[in-house]
């Protein structure tokens, strides 16, 4: 059985530091894209950021995301990891990991239709 499993958030303070993990079970991420996305109460989920199957990593460019977010993979391809860095103080939001493939080409789509595995989210809260 495929699986995505979130890990990794929780409740930090304004300008706090975060790694999420998102650790694939019954298969490895040579064939899939991996995509972070968040969703603020509310609010439409959006993508954060993603690695290809082939390595190449995509960061959005808003509010900054793109030079605080960074995107990674373990060399067994197992896991993938977001690290947050600078948090602003925000609404809790719901990051969830999703999977795009199987292909060797599988890229990055940028909005969540292609995307057929779907972990169940980690919960980020950035406050004092």
């Known amino acids: 059985q495929l699986q995505l499993v979130e890990s990794g958030g929780g409740l930090v303070q304004p300008g706090g530091s975060l790694r999420l993990s998102c650790t694939v079970l019954?298969?490895?991420?040579?064939?899939?894209?991996i995509a972070w996305f968040r969703q603020a109460p509310g609010k439409e989920r959006e993508v954060v950021s993603c690695?290809?199957?082939?390595?190449?990593?995509?960061?959005i460019d808003v509010d900054s995301v793109k030079d605080r977010f960074t995107i990674s993979r373990d060399r067994a391809k197992t896991t993938v990891y977001l690290h947050l860095e600078a948090l602003p103080p925000a609404d809790p939001a719901v990051y969830s990991c999703?999977?795009?493939?199987?292909?060797?080409?599988?890229?990055?789509?940028?909005?969540?239709?292609?995307?057929?595995?779907w972990g169940q989210g980690t919960q980020v809260t950035v406050s004092s």
């Open positions: 690695i290809s199957a082939g390595g190449e990593t995509t960061t």
């Open positions: 019954g298969f490895t991420l040579d064939y899939y894209a």
């Open positions: 999703a999977a795009d493939g199987p292909s060797p080409s599988s890229s990055c789509p940028l909005h969540p239709a292609p995307y057929t595995l």
